[in-house]
T-cell receptor, first 113, second 111 residues
Framework: GENVEQHPSTLSVQEGDSAVIKCTYS??????FPWYKQELGKGPQLIID?????GEKKDQRIAVTLNKTAKHFSLHITETQPEDSAVYFC????????????FGGGTRVLVKP | DVKVTQSSRYLVKRTGEKVFLECVQD?????MFWYRQDPGLGLRLIYF???????EKGDIPEGYSVSREKKERFSLILESASTNQTSMYLC??????????FGQGTRLTVV
C-alpha cells in the first residue's frame, strides 16, 4: 500500500519568514495530494490540494508543488503569521478504493512573533 | 459548508466496555471514514465506507467494527475497549473523487 513520509516533524520560523514542509510517497498510482491544517482542539481542515496533472498551485500565501517523477510534493507558506502556527499534514490518494487518504506523520509549525 | 459532526468531544470508558462513536455528515457524501490520530503517527485509517451497508477495512481495523445503516451516519464500535485504544478518533466524509472533510474529533480515554 501507499506510504507517505513527511519532514520535518517540527518547524520553528520567525514571523514573516517562509516555511516549507516536504512529503514523499511510494505509490506511483497516487494522483491526489491534499494538505490539512489542524489547530489545537480541532479536526484537520483542508487548506490546499493538487492533482497529478498540475505541477504547482497557489492560494494567497500558500503554494504546493508536485514532482511526480521523484514522487514528492511540498507545502510552501510565505510571509508567515502567528495564526499559521498549527500541525500540518500531507496526504496522498490514488482516487480508487473509495478515495481513501494515506497521511504523513505531521509537522508542528511554530511561528514566533 | 460541509458539516461533519461527531457525537462526543471527550469520552472516558472502562476496559472491556463496548464503545460507540457516532458521526453524521450533512452533505450527502458517499464516502465516510474513521481515522485514529496518535502523536508522531499521523492519521491512520481504521475503516471506510463508500455506500450504505458497505464497509472496507483500513490499515488498522483490529479491535474495531463499523456500521453504516444510513448514508449520513457512520458509527465506529470498539467491541471491548482496551487501554491501547486511547486516542483521538476522527471521522471524515467525501464525495467519490472529491475532497474529504473532517469532524472535530473525539478524544477517547480507556481506563
Amino acid at each position: 500500500g501507499e506510504n507517505v513520509e513527511q519532514h520535518p516533524s517540527t518547524l520553528s520560523v520567525q514571523e514573516g519568514d517562509s516555511a516549507v514542509i516536504k512529503c514523499t510517497y511510494s505509490d506511483s498510482a497516487s494522483n491526489y495530494f491534499p494538505w490539512y491544517k489542524q489547530e489545537l482542539g480541532k479536526g484537520p481542515q483542508l487548506i490546499i490540494d493538487i492533482r497529478s496533472n498540475v505541477g504547482e498551485k497557489k492560494d494567497q500565501r500558500i503554494a504546493v508543488t508536485l514532482n511526480k517523477t521523484a514522487k514528492h510534493f511540498s507545502l510552501h507558506i510565505t510571509e508567515t503569521q502567528p495564526e499559521d502556527s498549527a500541525v500540518y499534514f500531507c496526504a496522498a490518494s490514488s482516487g480508487t478504493a473509495g478515495n481513501k487518504l494515506t497521511f504523513g506523520g505531521g509537522t508542528r509549525v511554530l511561528v514566533k512573533p | 459548508d460541509v458539516k461533519v459532526t461527531q457525537s462526543s468531544r471527550y469520552l472516558v470508558k472502562r476496559t472491556g466496555e463496548k464503545v460507540f462513536l457516532e458521526c453524521v455528515q450533512d452533505m450527502d457524501h458517499e464516502n465516510m471514514f474513521w481515522y485514529r490520530q496518535d502523536p508522531g503517527l499521523g492519521l491512520r485509517l481504521i475503516y471506510f465506507s463508500y455506500d450504505v451497508k458497505m464497509k472496507e477495512k483500513g490499515d488498522i481495523p483490529e479491535g474495531y467494527s463499523v456500521s453504516r445503516e444510513k448514508k449520513e451516519r457512520f458509527s465506529l464500535i470498539l467491541e471491548s475497549a482496551s487501554t491501547n485504544q486511547t486516542s483521538m478518533y476522527l471521522c471524515a466524509s467525501s464525495p467519490p473523487q472529491g475532497r474529504a472533510f473532517f469532524g472535530q474529533g473525539t478524544r477517547l480515554t480507556v481506563v
